[in-house]
């Protein structure tokens, strides 16, 4: 038999040819126009699954759809795999800020640049190859494998909930494995022991009825954008805290071991400062950036618009002011509560002379996984055989609101085995995945199958 | 002879197709993509001229021409009248929020509603059609007139005083006549004796090199938005008061009686209030709402951008924000020195993690003139009998940064004589003018040329 490392050269320019048509789907989950792209890219994964040999089905919800594949031969007291990832992708915007088109892929210095490339559908890919392969050549799997690719993650994963609910007989399984996250460092495997909530809200602010001419009215008028700017500066002290009252109440407190473990991952902070291109780095006071990313909660304006924004002068009293705010949260926060506690603040510091609306756009429970378990001892040694070190237990700044839905609804532990690389633009222009990446996570999972078998 | 009443009566649904003709040209100085409308509006006033007897030249500049027309034929030892107005306009965005298209020109319930309807086309075109009447009746005119037609008023005129150099010699006159203000309340004529200068910039944030994704870099990487909030928050103090260190150095107080004329006017608050459809009025402490706006300075952000303002929740760390911010002046406050102490402040309050920039728009001097002299006299009589009772002196919030450059390069006293009304949505949706204001304004221009030659 030849290693999955020489049988992945082979086909190299198949698997990023196929990878290509994916990523060109412009299935942004966000925005209406793309309703129809994000149904193709739904059909798209429930080809590959049937082709490979997986009852699936494209499951419609009131949203987006949810494609489900099962393979259940593995035969009696066999384990069984769930393996979630999402088709859908963040709007684009700003596109003049693209190297190369969001949704035509492209690789250069070793790095495959697309929308999705790695905040997705290329680690969702990784999964759909592996099994492909296996299927390809074993013409079986060693465990049942269940895969959930949904459509909304990007939104909030409004159906996925009810969806886990509505199948739950169907979705019984050991454990769950998500590759929506990235390694620690290049070379460096890891995998993940916690993620931040989400509560995303819109602070609208209104004055006047209608925008007024800034002369005619300026001074005697609210300017709702000067309010806004002024309630949003509200929302932090001068240590860079957050500053809505009882915001911190049930943050839990890593211990002092965790802490240290943390401090004693290999980070380059001179080097992160450089990757994202300010001129210093800036957060809560009393934590080191890591643990400003990881363990502690954030509040972050997301978008602001008031007013004249087009080119020139224009001397306009703004009448209206919206922010989008979110907060990242960590255990034990509610993100139900969060957007109550600032409606709160902004009654006890709005002026009454303007109306101030919190509208609720998404949210995610925080999560901490226990590092533990066969399939988590699986990952390890696969992880290890593929890079050729032990993997590092990390956390995550960013939120998949699903992950504790799954441990609810289906009692299985998760478990998060990222391959995308720390500085990979998700979310943002230029996003990127690890050129080399395609073959090291195929043969990674290869593994993994592997070990779960011996 | 008939009563200039009774001739426009006839007229009146020429003067409206005339009027509409002007107003239907999208003549927005601010957007390169109207520049063909602006030059048709300047090509509009010129024909317009030509046609009534003046010796007409639209004079390119390097931005919007300005239309010069001269009649001079009243004889040896007849006074010259400068006519000065603006064929250009504001943008008309936000669209959306127009009862009717904004340069398809409709009237309803006794207001004609068109972009550019008071500021200034409308009143420029009462000039217009009171010299054309008067030549078409008399054959002459009681005074040698110059009509001065710029392009540029609503992007701070960057080539008028420029002009007014270049054509000093034949710009020699007595006074000048500018109608781009509005009356104190319905049925009571004013001229207006101050105007606000204006300092308009626009600040930019910038924090990492591009955006990020809020949950992977949230908490530890400067947020350009949060930080422009911050920013602008600290503009104002909780008085009200610019907290600009020095921007109130050189502003002139009005004495004890100029400020009791004011308290004197017949100002209905709460109908102010309800007009603009705040829920309050708010501004700097120890003032009345007269005095806001046209004895104090302000500080007011026009417009706010930053981050991700499309439809629904995209966790974007902004890279840029931008504000426009603009300050109205009161004498003796030097436009050129504002953007100066607003660096100065912001370089001492912005965190050192981001780079902060101040761009400069435009600006224009504050403004305080002489109540007084033949032709402020000969327009005090004309006013009253037109309107039946006395003007009345007001300040005015809005700028005409042109106004000291005439009094300046020509050396000749400004009368700022206005037909619009109050709460008429200068620079906002739904602008109009008040549709007998038509036969009012140009019957009043009548008498004002009676009363002179008298």
């Known amino acids: 038999m030849t290693t999955p490392d020489e049988s992945l050269a082979r086909i190299g320019a198949r698997l990023r040819e196929e990878l290509f048509d994916f990523l060109r789907i412009p299935s942004v989950s966000a925005r209406s126009e793309h309703r129809e792209d994000v149904r193709r890219a739904a059909d798209w994964v429930g080809r590959h699954l049937r082709a490979t040999g997986f009852e699936t089905e494209v499951v419609d919800t009131p949203g987006h759809p949810v494609v489900l594949g099962e393979w259940k031969k593995a035969g009696p007291g066999a384990p069984t795999l769930l393996i979630y990832g999402h088709y859908d992708v963040q709007p684009a915007e700003p596109l003049d800020l693209w190297t190369s088109p969001p949704f035509e892929p492209e690789i250069r210095d070793g790095r495959l640049y697309a929308r999705g490339a790695t905040d997705d559908k290329g680690q969702l890919y990784l999964h759909l190859k592996a099994l492909e392969l296996l299927m390809g050549s074993e013409g079986r799997l060693p465990v049942n494998v269940v895969v959930v690719a949904e459509g909304e993650e990007e939104i909030g994963s409004p159906s996925l909930l009810p969806f886990l609910r509505d199948y739950r007989d169907r979705l019984d399984c050991d454990a769950v494995i998500i590759s929506d996250s990235q390694m620690f460092a290049p070379g460096v495997p890891s ?20 925008d007024l001419h800034s002369g005619a009215y300026g001074g005697a008028v609210p300017n709702a954008a000067t309010v806004l700017a002024r309630l949003l500066a509200s929302l932090h002290d001068a240590d860079g805290r957050v500053a809505i009252p009882g915001f911190y109440d049930r943050v839990a407190h890593w211990d002092a ?106 949210h995610g429970r925080p999560w901490r996984g226990a ?22 237990l990390t956390g995550e700044g960013g939120s998949i609101p699903i992950v504790s839905d799954f441990e609810k609804v289906l009692g299985a532990p998760v478990l998060l085995l990222g391959f995308g690389l720390p500085g990979s633009n998700l ?23 592997e070990e779960l078998e011996g």
């Open 257 to 362: 071991e965790a802490r240290a473990a943390i401090g004693g991952l290999p980070f380059d902070e001179e080097g992160f400062r450089e990757e994202t291109g300010a001129p210093g780095l800036q957060g809560e006071a009393g934590y080191g950036t890591l643990e400003r990313l990881w363990i502690r909660p954030t509040c972050e304006v997301n978008g602001l618009l008031s007013g004249y924004t087009g080119e020139g002068a224009k001397t306009v009293l703004p009448a209206r002011a919206m922010a989008k705010v979110s907060f990242r949260l960590v255990p034990d926060q509610d993100p139900d509560e969060i957007p109550a506690l600032l409606r709160r603040h902004l009654q006890a510091v709005a002026p009454p002379q303007v109306r101030v609306e919190v509208r609720e756009l998404h």
């Open 427 to 449: 979310h943002a222009p230029d996003e990127w995945f690890p050129d080399a990446h395609l073959e090291k996570g195929i043969e990674t999972l290869l593994y993994l199958y």
């Open 191 to 210: 995998l993940l022991s916690s993620l931040r909530g989400l509560a995303y809200v819109e602070i609208h602010v209104q004055g006047a009825r209608s």
């Open 371 to 392: 590092p533990e378990g066969p399939v988590f001892e699986a990952a390890r040694r696969a992880l290890t055989r593929s890079f050729g070190r032990e993997p590092v």
